[in-house]
């Protein structure tokens, strides 16, 4: 069982930045895939940003050049970096971790940018 419990979200102009932060449990962190995904009001579920357990990452092509995932695994922590906020990033944004074929979610943290 891995628990994850993200932070960092609240409200922020456009244009602004966010870090977000997901705290992870377990002692093999730094095997996990882990990856960011957000909900907004009536859209499903996307995938913003991954990274793999040996640092390989990939990014939504809305966030690409703005958004930034980045792990310290000494710290059990993911982190979002996010710049240049627009309107449209915002949603409800989950972390995930995948390992032994099992995904775990943790329960959102919301980000608001407002025009």
């Known amino acids: 069982q891995v628990q994850l419990v993200e932070s960092g979200g609240g409200l922020v102009q456009a244009g602004g930045s966010l870090r977000l932060s997901c705290a992870a449990s377990?002692?093999?962190?730094?095997?996990?895939?882990m990856a960011w995904y957000r909900q907004a009001p009536g859209k499903q579920r996307e995938l913003v940003a991954g990274?793999?357990?040996?640092?390989?990452?990939n990014y939504a092509g809305s966030v690409k050049g703005r958004f930034t995932i980045s792990r310290d695994n000494a710290e059990n922590t993911l982190y979002l970096r996010m710049n240049s906020l627009k309107p449209e990033d915002t949603a409800v944004y989950y972390c995930?971790?995948?390992?032994?074929?099992?995904?775990?979610w943790g329960q959102g943290t919301q980000v608001t940018v407002s025009s």
């Open positions: 377990g002692r093999t962190f730094s095997s996990y895939a």
């Open positions: 995930a971790a995948t390992t032994l074929g099992m995904t775990y």
């Open positions: 990274i793999t357990s040996g640092g390989g990452t």
